[in-house]
């Protein structure tokens, strides 16, 4: 049974760092690239990064370029995205979603809410 | 940036309907297209990749067509648990972009 579990969100002031995990299982993680996609709330979906399974390369939305970084540790079965200079517009559920051989995203996660409010 | 526009934005049918949902990409993206329905409180799930595979586990009333810069997703005929909202997704082109959805809503 395949399992995404994030990890990490709350209330963060504007400005402030916060870093999300997904831990995976029943996937094969080491050969799986792996998402981020955000929902604000009340609005659609909006990918923000994907890593490549071996970390090799990572891609970004323009809206996070600069200031997120994805990153995996395949010996722990995660993922991490770690999100600086937060902004309000940041505000959303975060989900991590596996990558189905670079077309579709499979599997996900039930998401960690991040809030950026002073 | 590639933007994927879905049409309607609100679709009102009857159960066992059929729904019919459009996405139009602002270029070509081949076939790198995908759908995802997502009911409230839920995250997405794939119904559709490549335009027209179905997502392992999905029923044969889902189906997908079209390839370059026009795609639908049909539902032949609605059931009570597919009131919900439709996603389309490419992945042509860095960075992967999703339209902004459309809701399948009972009348």
């Known amino acids: 049974q395949v399992q995404l579990v994030e990890s990490g969100g709350g209330v963060v002031q504007p400005g402030r760092s916060l870093r999300l995990s997904c831990a995976a299982s029943g996937i094969s993680f080491s050969t799986s690239g792996m998402h981020w996609v955000r929902q604000a709330p009340g609005k659609g979906l909006e990918w923000v990064a994907m890593i490549l399974y071996d970390g090799s390369g990572n891609y970004y939305a323009g809206s996070v370029k600069g200031r997120f970084t994805i990153s995996r540790d395949n010996s722990k079965n995660t993922v991490y995205l770690q999100m600086n200079s937060l902004r309000a517009e940041d505000t959303a559920l975060y989900y991590c979603?596996?990558?189905?051989?670079?077309?579709?995203?499979?599997?996900w996660g039930q998401g960690t809410q991040v809030t950026v409010s002073s | 940036e590639i933007v994927l526009t879905q049409s309607p934005a609100t679709l009102s049918l009857s159960p066992g309907e059929r729904a019919t949902l459009s996405c139009r990409a602002s270029?070509?993206?081949?076939?790198?297209l995908a759908w995802y329905q997502q009911k409230p409180g839920q995250a997405p799930r794939l119904l559709i990749y490549g335009a027209s595979n179905r997502a392992t586990g999905i029923p044969a009333r889902f189906s997908g067509s079209g390839s370059g810069t026009d795609f639908t997703l049909t539902v032949s005929s609605l059931e009570p648990e597919d009131f919900a909202v439709y996603y389309c997704q490419q992945r042509s082109n860095w960075p992967l972009t999703f339209g902004g959805g459309t809701k399948v809503e009972i009348k």
């Open positions: 270029q070509s993206v081949s076939s790198y």
């Open positions: 979603a596996r990558d189905k051989a670079l077309q579709a995203l499979d599997y």
